[in-house]
């Protein structure tokens, strides 16, 4: 008979590994199941290594610019596999980082496939065999992957996820991305950069479909300026591999089809959720679509267990696994007994969203458009880049700042950005947001000089008709 | 040494309270044991006695105070041989520094006499003397909506009034939600009821301020009107072999100071129905159903301040004689609201009874999360058919009402029938 435990995660992602290091810091028995790596896709194969991938991208566009900023930089070369092997190393070091935390823990790890047997019952069948756990409260953070186009499934020749883009064979000429979101644009942005010819094809009517339409329109010059072909409304009907590459038929938004031929092809159009073959049925664990059913406290309809993350409702962030991860660590704390925790519902509007795509993305809460069809009657505020000092200063003058406010109550109800640095910048409004000031805190905040961030003090005053420096 | 006397959690669900009585003061010597107060949580009045030994040097929080979260500090106590000065509340020195006043308790309905060698605030404080923690948000729609944020408890971090909180206190609807996950039930602490604005149209009135029993009575009869799908099933039963039974038992028991009272064989009855019919004494839980395998009884027990229902656990096990006894001891100490919450806690059915108010026949609402309640009406001389001739027997009318998410309505016949069957022929209640 195996130890009880009083929690085990099934999944060590980013909500994994936080809500286990949580649960321990609580002085609960932890345990944790993996099947892969410790750390998940986010630091494996996802939010870290690309983001050290895209720092490759930035330099070698910098270097490529030295003119701009009075430099000069000579027989500047891109070494495809030494960019993957930085990011492989990047991606190793998180990977132990991980390792160490949960020894630090004192959290077992069982390596191997886990499947629920019931109740409070796990199945883990690793390298060294078969063996049940059992724990008062399981977690599960299974994570997701990303969809396959039904007619063309990746290969990882010609066909690639996000996953084969990572580890390239080799550097693609021309690329087809299929998709607009985070991924497609980033690895998007990233080929571009680093020499390919890059087509992207969206099906919505404009890139980052998710963003407030100014943002869309935004980066969407903004490619095309750096040289990709954007297809909006755009649908491929057809992906055929050969030795050589791929050939696409896309369908246009003047329903005309067109057939293009490409070195290789991206598929990023979405996720689907790692929820077979863990015993979700056997249980009657309510799922929507593949995705597990939870409350604000990340509670499933099975007492006893619990899901976080991509396997359940959007959005689909790293940064929303590990915040569920908490808060379901210290609801489970609290339900063994723990009364100094109090654990809080997250509010979705309170989550942001970033992409790291050259000019980079962020934002937090309502577009001017949702915001709109909730019925809000909004203040929008909008700051140029080409007003901030310090953009003009860096060489990144492009980009903009748009705030939208209800204007019955003052309510900060989005913000909206593009441009240098926006993604290290969006969780000022984020505090915000959660701490529910009204545009008068922000007004009254002290932005400091001279950074980029004025440029939200400045968005903030625009909405009120008060900006500075436009 | 000054010992610093905390909000007991009397009952393990129990958040907060209202201090309701002292019966120390300052400046009393306590022993161990002595009751120190009287606390009210939801249901109950209970005493709360001192574990250590010493003089309550200051009462921090006064009586009648409501929603004193557990862990608060009501009251210091110099400990033996301490001097019986009052003891500053707060464990840092009382600098003369802005630091806010330490809020002794979380945001309370009654204004609360500010506790005295606090250091008051350099900037003014918002609402009734006391810091009130509140959003920004939460502050700009009270003061447009014309709230008084001291009123209102928050659910935000620490008691932090919020924008929902506000929202909730002026009854609106919280603003467009949009795509919040795919949360079903808002977790945590389910909000109580929004309050509802009162009109009295200009009519001369008293406003009586709501007990915590009248407020869990609120609370959980709107929840279960609201939520479970009631069934109703009426029977009339012939009580002339019980009452004849009862009367012959009476007589034995007289010696043991022991009467039954028709409502003590009423609760057996229904013990025993739900064994024979165990489809109806279940509990409805989402993804499942738990059929129990004894019957613990609650029984609605009218007292001044509501209605509170004791529960005598296992009755279809116990003689009718022990159920008596236990009845009459509970319904005794609910008088005078000294149940302990395990005595009135739980239960796997109901039954209500007005016959003793001349209640023809009513249909009651059921207790969440039981599954059953049994209505029971006054039994009364009526014109009856015995073998075809028309005759006088007594008479009462039974309904059940079922939640009809669990019971069918032929599994609730059938324990009507089953009760029926035991009320009418007696014996087997005895068996």
């Avoid at chain 1, 943002?215 to 969407?220: I, M, R, T, Y």
């Avoid at chain 1, 067109?258 to 799922?287: D, R």
Wanted: proline content about 6%; glycine content about 10%.
């Amino acid at each position: 008979m195996s130890e009880m435990y009083d929690l085990i995660v099934l999944g060590s992602g980013p909500g994994g590994y936080v809500a286990a290091i949580r649960a321990a810091q609580l002085g609960l028995k932890t345990a944790i199941v993996e099947r892969e790596n410790l750390g998940g896709i986010c630091l494996n194969w996802g939010c870290i290594p690309t983001k050290a991938l895209l720092r490759s991208a930035e330099i070698y566009h910098y270097m490529q610019h030295a003119s701009a900023y009075g430099l000069a930089a000579e027989k500047i070369s891109a070494d495809i596999e030494a960019v993957v092997k930085r990011s492989r190393g990047v991606a190793k070091q998180l990977n132990q980082g991980v390792t160490h935390l949960m020894k630090k823990n004192k959290i077992a790890v069982h390596m191997g496939v886990g499947t629920l047997k019931g109740k409070g019952q796990l199945e883990v069948t690793g390298e060294k065999g078969m063996e049940t756990l059992s724990a008062r409260h399981i977690i599960i953070a299974t994570g997701a992957r990303a969809r396959d186009l039904p007619f063309a499934p990746a290969d990882g020749k010609r066909i690639w996820t996000y996953r084969h883009a990572m580890t390239p064979p080799e550097m693609p000429s021309k690329l087809l991305v299929i998709g607009s979101g985070a991924i497609g644009i980033e690895f998007a942005s990233f080929y571009n950069d680093m020499g390919a010819d890059v087509t992207v094809v969206e099906m919505m009517d404009r890139v980052v479909p998710v963003e407030d339409a100014d943002v869309s329109a935004f980066l969407e010059k903004a490619l095309t300026k750096q040289g990709m072909t954007i297809m909006t409304g755009a649908g491929v009907e057809e992906l055929k591999t050969s030795a050589t590459g791929v050939s696409a038929k896309i369908k246009g938004k003047d329903g005309k089809i067109v057939s293009g031929e490409y070195s290789h092809c991206i598929v990023a159009v979405g996720i689907v959720p790692n929820s077979e073959n863990i015993g979700l049925e056997a249980l009657g664990i309510e799922q929507v679509k593949g995705h597990i059913k939870t409350d604000g406290l990340c509670r499933t309809n099975v007492e006893g267990i619990w899901a976080i993350g991509d396997i359940t409702a959007p959005p689909w962030l790293a940064h929303k696994a590990s915040h569920e991860g908490v808060i379901a660590a210290e609801a489970i704390a609290q339900a063994l007994g723990n009364k100094d925790v109090h654990p809080h519902a997250m509010d979705v509007r309170n989550i942001p969203g970033c992409t790291y795509c050259h000019p980079q993305i962020a934002s937090v809460g309502l577009t001017e458009a949702k915001a709109k069809e909730a019925g809000y009657k909004v203040k929008v505020g909008t700051f140029p880049f080409i007003g901030n000092g310090k953009a003009i200063a860096l060489g990144e003058a492009e980009g903009f700042i748009k705030t939208v406010f209800d204007e019955a109550t003052g309510e900060l109800l989005g913000a909206h950005m593009i441009g240098a640095e926006v993604t290290e910048m969006i969780q000022g409004f984020t505090i915000g947001k959660t701490l529910e000031t009204t545009e008068a805190e922000l007004m009254h905040t002290v932005f400091p000089h001279p950074t980029i961030s004025e440029s939200m003090h400045e968005s903030v005053l625009a909405a009120y008709g008060r900006a500075l420096h436009i | 040494m000054s010992i610093e006397i905390k909000m007991p959690a009397l009952s393990p669900t129990m958040e907060e309270g209202t201090l309701a009585k002292w019966l120390v003061k300052e400046g009393d010597t306590v022993q161990s044991g002595d009751l120190l107060a009287e606390i009210e949580t939801d249901k109950a009045t209970m005493e709360f006695e001192a574990v250590d030994e010493g003089v309550i040097g200051q009462i921090v929080v006064p009586a009648g105070t409501e929603g004193v979260k557990v862990g608060t500090v009501i009251a210091v106590m110099a400990g033996e041989g301490g001097t019986t000065a009052p003891a500053p509340v707060a464990k840092a020195a009382p600098e003369p520094s802005p630091a806010p006043a330490p809020a002794p308790v979380a945001p309370v309905a009654a204004p609360v006499p500010a506790p005295a060698p606090v250091p008051t605030p350099a900037i003014a404080p918002v609402a009734s003397g006391n810091r009130v923690k509140a959003s920004p948000i939460a502050r700009r729609l009270a003061k447009a909506r014309n709230i008084d944020l001291a009123t209102l408890t928050g659910t935000g971090p620490n008691g932090r009034i919020v924008k929902v909180d506000v929202e909730a206190a002026a009854g609106v609807a919280p603003a467009p939600a949009v795509a919040i996950a795919t949360s079903a039930p808002a977790a945590a602490a389910a909000p109580a009821p929004a309050p509802i604005a009162a009109q009295d149209f200009g009519i001369p009135h008293e406003a009586i301020k709501l007990s915590n029993m009248r407020k869990t009575i609120a609370r959980r009869l709107t929840e279960s009107k609201q939520t479970v799908p009631h069934i109703y099933l009426t029977v009339d039963v012939r009580l002339d072999a019980l009452l004849k039974l009862r009367t012959e038992l009476n007589a034995s028991l007289a010696s043991r100071g022991v009467k039954l009272s028709v409502n003590d064989l009423l609760i057996k009855a229904l013990a025993q129905s739900l064994m024979i019919v165990p489809e109806c004494n279940v509990q409805f839980a989402g993804d499942q159903m738990l059929q129990f395998s004894r019957a613990d009884i609650s029984v609605a027990v009218s007292i001044p301040s509501g209605l509170i229902t004791p529960i005598i656990k296992g009755a279809n096990d116990k003689s009718v004689s022990a159920i008596s006894t236990e009845m009459a001891d509970l319904a005794a100490r609910a008088k005078e609201g000294k149940l302990q919450p395990q005595e009135y806690q739980g239960g796997t059915a109901s039954l209500s009874n007005m016959g003793m108010m001349g209640i023809k026949q009513f249909e009651a609402v059921i207790n969440p999360p039981q599954a059953m309640i049994m209505a029971i009406g006054a039994g009364e001389k009526r014109p009856y058919v015995i073998d075809d001739a028309l005759g006088i027997a007594t008479v009462m009318s039974a309904t059940g009402s079922f939640d009809h998410r669990a019971i069918d309505g032929a599994d609730g016949a059938r324990l009507m029938s089953a009760f029926r069957e035991l009320v009418e022929k007696p014996l087997g209640m005895l068996a």
